[in-house]
C-alpha cells in the first residue's frame, strides 16, 4: 500500500517537472518550488531504493504521521501542477495586474510544503533526520524568486512599465530580520515611544533598530523577574522551528540589566480586531478570505509541528500594511505563564473558551479546543462582530451565521464552533477549504484566469 502511495508522489512529481520546464513568466518561482519537492522527496527515494526501511517504519508509532504526510505531498504537488497550468494559460497583461495574488500562491505552496517536512523525516534515523531537516531550513527565501520573476516580466513588457513600477513598490520585499536569535542591547535602539495599541503585558513600544535601519515592535515584561527571564531565553531560542511568512517574527530578546523585552517584526496596522473594528466594511470578500487564509496558515505551522499556540483570539494574529495577517506571540508560553502571575488576566480571552472548558474548568485544553478558538476568529472576520456582548465582557451565547454567509465560510465556521469538539475540522481541512473558496473567488470576479 505504502509503496504505490510513493511510486504515485514520484508520477505526479514527474508530470509537475514537465510542467515547470514549459513555465516561462515565473519561471525561477516555479523552478524554487521544484527543487523544493526534490529535496522533500530524499527520504521517500530512500525508502524507495531500501524497502527494510519501510518494514522498519510500519511497526512505528511515528508511521502514521509519515503515511499521512506522504499522502499530502501528493495532494499538494497534484494543486501546484494545477497551478502552474493555470498560470500558462494567463496572458502577460494579468500576470502583472495580478501578481500580488500570484506571489502569495507561491508563498503559500513553499509554506505547506515547509510543513509536511517533520512528517517526512520521520522515516529516518536520527542523525539522518536531523540532516535532512537543517537541509531544509537553509532553503532560499522563496518570495525573492518570485521578486526576480516579475522585474523580468518588466523588461518583457515595457508598454505597461509605469503600472509595473507601481506594484512593485507595494510587494514585500526580502526580509530584514536576523536570520538567528539577537541578543539586543540597549544602545541598539533610538527613539523608543509607546505604542497607542496595547501588548499582552502592558505596553507595547516602537523603536528604530539602528543596525538594520527599520522600525521595531517591542514589548516588555517585567523587570527582574528571574523566573520569566530563564523561559524567555529558553523559549525565545527554540522559535525558529516555528519560522513561516504567516508568524510575526522575533528579532531577538533584550536581557540587559533589569530588562526583559521581546523584538518584534513591526506589523503597522496593529491587531487583526483593530482592523476589523476600523475598515471591515471597506474590505471585499475577497480581502476577507485572504486574511482568513493567511491566518490559518499560521495556525496550521503550529499544529504541524504538534504544538499549540493556547490564546487564539483576534489581537493574537497582526496585519502589515500590506494587509497581510500574521500570528503572534507563538512559542513563548511559558514566558507569558510566569509573567502573567505579576499583571491581571484579560477577560476577554475568556469569549474563546470552548464548551468543553466552560463546563469543566479542569479539561484539558487539546488541538480541537484551539480549533474552536479559530472559529471565533474566522467569525469576526466575515462578520466584524466581536465575540462578546456590546458593552460588557459578557461572551455571546450563539455565534449566529449571517443569511449571506450560508453559501459560502457559514458552514465552514459553524463545523469549526461545534459544540462536539469530534465534530470539528482540523486546521489542514480549515486551509484547503479557504484556499478553494478564495480560488473560486478570484476566478468568479475574473482576477486570476
Known amino acids: 500500500m505504502t509503496l504505490e502511495i510513493i511510486s504515485a508522489v514520484f508520477s505526479v512529481a514527474e508530470k509537475c517537472y514537465d510542467i515547470v520546464h514549459e513555465v516561462k513568466s515565473f519561471k525561477t518561482a516555479a523552478k524554487h518550488l521544484e527543487d523544493r519537492i526534490k529535496l522533500l522527496l530524499k527520504p521517500i527515494d530512500m525508502v524507495k531504493e531500501d524497502d527494510s526501511m519501510l518494514k522498519e517504519a510500519e511497526v512505528s508509532e511515528n508511521y502514521q504521521r509519515f503515511l499521512k504526510a506522504l499522502k499530502q505531498l501528493e495532494k499538494h504537488i497534484t494543486d501546484i501542477m494545477k497551478f ?29 510544503l515547509d510543513g509536511l517536512v517533520p512528517g517526512l523525516a520521520l522515516i529516518l534515523q536520527l542523525e539522518q533526520r536531523k540532516e535532512y531537516t537543517d537541509q531544509m531550513s537553509r532553503f532560499e527565501d522563496g518570495q525573492q524568486a518570485v521578486k526576480d520573476d516579475i522585474a523580468n516580466m518588466a523588461k518583457d513588457l515595457k508598454e505597461i512599465l509605469e503600472t509595473m513600477q507601481e506594484y512593485h513598490k507595494n510587494l514585500p520585499g526580502k526580509s530584514r530580520v536576523p536570520q538567528t536569535l539577537q541578543e539586543i542591547k540597549m544602545n541598539d535602539f533610538d527613539a523608543m515611544t509607546p505604542s497607542d495599541v496595547q501588548g499582552t503585558f502592558g505596553t507595547l513600544y516602537l523603536a528604530s533598530y539602528k543596525p538594520f535601519d527599520a522600525k521595531v515592535a517591542i514589548k516588555k515584561l517585567p523587570d527582574g523577574d528571574d ?31 533589569d530588562k526583559n523585552m521581546l523584538v518584534f517584526e513591526y506589523m503597522e ?116 462582530l466581536q465575540p462578546y456582548k456590546d458593552g460588557t465582557e459578557m461572551p455571546r451565547e450563539t455565534f449566529e451565521i449571517p443569511d449571506e454567509l450560508a453559501k459560502t465560510t457559514g458552514d465552514l465556521i459553524s463545523r469549526c464552533l461545534k459544540s462536539d469538539a469530534m465534530l470539528r475540522p482540523n486546521i489542514s481541512e480549515i486551509v484547503d477549504e479557504l484556499r478553494k473558496m478564495l480560488d473560486e473567488n478570484l476566478k468568479k470576479n475574473c482576477q486570476l484566469e
Open 84 to 112: 502552474l497550468q493555470t498560470l500558462q494559460k494567463t496572458t502577460l497583461i494579468q500576470k502583472v495586474y495580478k501578481k500580488g495574488d500570484i506571489t502569495d500562491k507561491f508563498n503559500d505552496f513553499n509554506e505547506i
Open 227 to 257: 523566573k520569566v527571564r530563564t523561559s524567555l531565553k529558553e523559549e525565545a531560542s527554540k522559535l525558529k522551528t516555528f519560522e513561516s511568512p504567516y508568524i510575526v517574527k522575533l528579532w531577538g530578546i533584550c536581557i540587559e540589566g
Open 269 to 384: 496596522k496593529g491587531t487583526l480586531r483593530n482592523v476589523l473594528d476600523d475598515q471591515h466594511t471597506e474590505l471585499s470578500f475577497t480581502d476577507k478570505l485572504r486574511m482568513a487564509l493567511d491566518g490559518a496558515l499560521g495556525l496550521y505551522r503550529i499544529h504541524h509541528l504538534q504544538k499549540l499556540h493556547r490564546v487564539i483570539t483576534s489581537s493574537k494574529f497582526l496585519v502589515n500594511k500590506h494587509f497581510k495577517v500574521k500570528l503572534s506571540d507563538v512559542g513563548l508560553s511559558r514566558t507569558w505563564e510566569s509573567a502573567s502571575k505579576s499583571l491581571p488576566t484579560k477577560a476577554k480571552q475568556k469569549m474563546y473558551y470552548a464548551p468543553e472548558l466552560l463546563e469543566n474548568f479542569k479539561a484539558k485544553f487539546d488541538i480541537k479546543c484551539e480549533i474552536y478558538c479559530f472559529g471565533i476568529v474566522l467569525w469576526e472576520i466575515f462578520t466584524g
